[in-house]
């Protein structure tokens, strides 16, 4: 595979990842690194370099990261304290912009061979076929392995080999108003758990409190990002968006099509969902408008700041089976020497070991990729502090992964594009499906 399609790949994965990213403050983004040496970021990004020269035994590697604002602090306060505390390894933290221009920036710097030594990047496994990477499968331990949620790792395969370590990730999930439910006769401590109890709970919900014969209270809607709550209740049903052996998407099958159906009528027969309304769905929830809401677990501290009323979270309701998309971004190792490969590898077990996975989640709401953050003594204070933060833990059991392909991006956008079509009546559930099926199958070169 060229690095151009390479580069096509990485962009478009970046349609679904920037819809799992936590909001952070815009930070200005640096120019492209040169080819003699990664560029150092510009002055007005946020930097974590090193305040002392670092001692002559030490190795020196670099690291690019992709997240601004408060979260971009607490990535570059981990990696300040791992130069603290590492006697072999003394890394140089560069800011390089969005999801999307650190993937751009990494293809120009494995054309220019200069590329740094670790890379936190969305969609990584698009980088599997450069030759530029070391495979994570090469260099994790058995332990590693048993203690990251399989989720994580299937979302970290190409060619069903894991090629990056997982990092900073995101997953839906269920927002619901526990005073709207009070006051419509539902429990506030039981959300809906499957499909059907999430229609009833939404009637419940939906009122006309003005008398003018339209809802102004709706029961149920979800973020703009539709095509990952599509995908999850694709999944849910029992249902796959791409073949097994990765040629094809399948998600115009019967399983799909009854999950697309099932979200159209939401709308046109149980009418407990505005139609195309989703751009504004996070408004309406904060201000008691909207009884539930589908939306990135990364939200969680925002929505629980700017809602007015007690906010309940739940794992999203299943139907055959319950399945939680993951979004977010991972960590690379680049081929470059094997002393810096080494320490390298050190610099990403320190950043993804336990206790960072759990302070990542503490300060970020990023879920924890480890089952033995579960058992850590910090967890249990900081759920006391912040109950619905267990949820987020609870539901990394029901993690899974949507195959990264070249078309992603594009096959996303039919996916919205299907769902917008029965919303709005336009088209069946099936005929949408078959016509985004077409399309990217089309562009993938298969009938």
């Known amino acids: 595979m060229t690095l151009k399609k390479i580069l096509l790949i990485s962009l478009l994965a970046m349609i679904v990842l920037a819809a799992c990213a936590t909001p952070t403050a815009e930070a200005p983004k640096p120019t492209v690194a040169p080819p003699t040496a990664p560029a150092a ?20 590697i670099t690291f690019w990261y992709a997240l601004s604002g408060a979260q971009g602090k607490v990535v570059e306060d981990m990696a300040a304290k791992f130069n603290q505390t590492s006697k072999t390894t003394q890394v140089e933290v560069i800011f390089q912009g969005s999801y999307a221009d650190i993937a751009q920036k990494l293809t120009a710097a494995i054309t220019a061979k200069t590329v740094p030594d670790v890379a936190q990047m969305g969609g990584a496994p698009t980088l599997g076929e450069s030759g530029a990477i070391v495979p994570v499968a090469d260099l994790v331990s058995d332990a ?5 949620f399989d989720g994580f790792w299937d979302y970290n395969k190409f060619n069903g080999k894991v090629v990056s370590m997982p990092f900073n990730n995101s997953t839906p999930m ?13 429990d506030p401590n039981k959300p809906p758990t499957t499909w059907d109890e999430l229609v009833t709970a939404a009637k419940a919900l939906t009122k006309d409190t003005n008398g003018d014969g339209k809802p102004d209270q709706w029961g149920f809607n979800t973020h703009t990002d539709t095509h990952w709550y599509l995908s999850a209740m694709i999944m849910q049903n029992g249902g796959k968006i791409l073949s097994d052996d990765g040629k094809k998407v399948i998600y115009n099958s019967p399983e799909g ?9 939401l709308v046109t027969k149980n009418k407990v969902m505005p139609p195309n309304q989703h751009a504004q769905a996070g408004a309406d929830f ?10 990135s677990s990364s939200f969680l501290a ?16 299943g139907k055959k089976i319950k399945s939680v998309p993951i979004g977010g971004a991972s960590l690379l190792v680049f081929k470059t020497t094997p002393e810096r490969q080494k320490a390298a590898w050190e610099f990403v077990q320190w950043m993804t070991n336990a206790e960072n996975s759990l ?4 300060q970020t709401n990023y879920v924890p990729i480890r089952k033995s953050v579960a058992g850590l003594p910090a967890v249990k204070d900081f759920i006391a502090k912040s109950p619905n933060s267990e949820v987020l833990i609870k539901q990394l059991e029901f993690a899974s992964a949507i195959p990264i392909f070249f078309e992603l991006g594009n096959s996303d956008e039919q996916l919205r594009k299907a769902v917008e079509k029965v919303e709005l009546g336009s088209g069946t559930a099936k005929d949408a499906l078959d016509v985004a099926a077409s399309v990217i199958n089309k562009a993938l070169g298969v009938p």
């Open 302 to 317: 925002t929505v629980e700041k700017d809602a007015k009323f007690k906010v309940g979270v739940a794992i999203l309701p």
């Open 257 to 265: 099509i009854e999950a697309l159906q099932f979200w159209g009528d």
């Open 144 to 148: 590693d392995k048993k203690d990251i």
């Open 286 to 295: 904060t201000t008691g408008k909207l009884g539930m809401i589908m939306r």
């Open 174 to 186: 269920l927002y619901y108003n526990k005073d709207l439910f009070t006051a419509a006769g539902l």
């Open 41 to 60: 970021p510009a002055t007005s990004a946020p930097t974590a370099v090193a305040a002392t020269a670092a001692p002559a035994q030490k190795t020196k």
């Open 359 to 362: 302070s990542l989640f503490i």
